[in-house]
């Protein structure tokens, strides 16, 4: 599985910006891909998972710190992993990585870093107060 992130960039606090994360693979839709973090001096960090849950079905979880502010969506026709960000704050700074489990496994592990087998090279969000 190859992962390619982009949407990264230069905005106001306030502001919003839509990473966008294109991989490869025949299963993607039952993939669980997750977007992760990581801030100058700071160990990554979990922001949000989509998981299939069979069927057309999928779980979504949220870092309690972009609760109500980011939207996962995922675009199983273009193998593409969206990561909407709105009211944008100085601490959400970081280096954005979107990840995939490589595996139609359903998992309950989904903030953790470890059950993900696959990452892309990281887009870089910078959000001026």
């Known amino acids: 599985v190859q992962l390619q992130a982009s949407g990264g960039g230069l905005v106001q606090a306030g502001g919003s910006l839509r990473l966008s994360c294109v991989a490869s693979?025949?299963?993607?839709?039952?993939?669980?891909m997750g977007w992760f973090r990581q801030a100058p001096g700071k160990e990554r960090e979990f922001v949000a998972a989509?998981?299939?849950?069979?069927?057309?079905?999928?779980?979504?979880r949220y870092a309690d710190s972009v609760k109500g502010r980011f939207t996962i969506s995922r675009d199983n026709a273009k193998n593409t992993m969206n990561l909407q960000m709105n009211s944008l704050k100085s601490e959400d700074t970081a280096v954005y990585y979107c990840?995939?489990?490589?595996?139609?496994?359903?998992?309950?592990?989904?903030?953790?870093?470890?059950?993900?087998?696959?990452w892309g090279q990281g887009t870089l969000v910078t959000v001026s107060s």
């Open positions: 693979g025949r299963t993607f839709s039952k993939y669980t």
């Open positions: 990840a995939a489990t490589g595996s139609t496994l359903i998992t309950a592990r989904t903030s953790l870093p470890d059950e993900y087998g696959y």
């Open positions: 989509s998981r299939w849950n069979g069927g057309s079905s999928y779980y979504t």
